[in-house]
């Protein structure tokens, strides 16, 4: 018997999930067209397993730049919450693609955090 795998693609919008709920005033939830125009910064790569301290440095460089970019991204978000006549809609999704990249940093974040206790682990043996 074969078996079947079945994979999805990850959609790149988190807003998307956000659609199906209901909003107050039945508005669709999506994204307004100046959040839209938001650049959500793309996640520093992994960090080898083989690292050195050199690598490990430059990943923290790495990160530092994507979370400033997670709060110009941010930023802009907000911005765009401010412009009137906004559906429940935009607004839900505003606040989706808020919190999406609130938790897409703190992956981020840990994943450096987690590499920076190997190292110290690693030297300290």
Same mark, same amino acid.
Do not use: W
């Given at each position: 018997?074969?078996?079947?795998?079945?994979? +999805?693609?990850?959609? +790149?919008?988190?807003?998307? &999930?956000?659609?199906?709920?209901? +909003? @107050? !005033?039945?508005?669709?939830?999506?994204?307004?067209?100046? &959040?839209?125009?938001?650049?959500?910064?793309?996640?520093?790569?992994?960090?080898?397993? !083989?690292?050195?301290?050199? !690598?490990?440095?430059?990943?923290?460089?790495? $990160?530092?730049?994507?979370?400033?970019?997670?709060?110009?991204?941010?930023?802009?978000? !907000? &911005?765009?919450?401010?412009?009137?006549?906004? +559906?429940?809609?935009?607004?839900?999704?505003?606040?989706?693609?808020?919190?999406?990249?609130?938790?897409?940093?703190?992956?981020?974040?840990?994943?450096?955090?987690? @590499? $920076?206790? @190997?190292?110290?682990?690693?030297?300290?043996?």
């Amino acid at each position: 018997m074969r078996k079947i795998i079945i994979l +999805t693609a990850m959609v +790149t919008i988190p807003v998307c &999930a956000g659609a199906l709920a209901q +909003t @107050a !005033d039945e508005s669709v939830v999506i994204l307004p067209l100046e &959040a839209q125009t938001c650049n959500l910064p793309v996640a520093p790569g992994l960090i080898p397993d !083989d690292f050195s301290y050199e !690598d490990l440095a430059k990943a923290k460089g790495n $990160v530092v730049s994507f979370q400033a970019g997670m709060k110009k991204y941010r930023d802009c978000l !907000d &911005a765009s919450g401010k412009v009137a006549m906004l +559906t429940d809609g935009n607004k839900l999704a505003i606040n989706n693609a808020h919190n999406y990249s609130v938790e897409m940093e703190e992956r981020i974040a840990e994943q450096f955090n987690v @590499a $920076v206790r @190997a190292y110290k682990a690693r030297k300290a043996e």
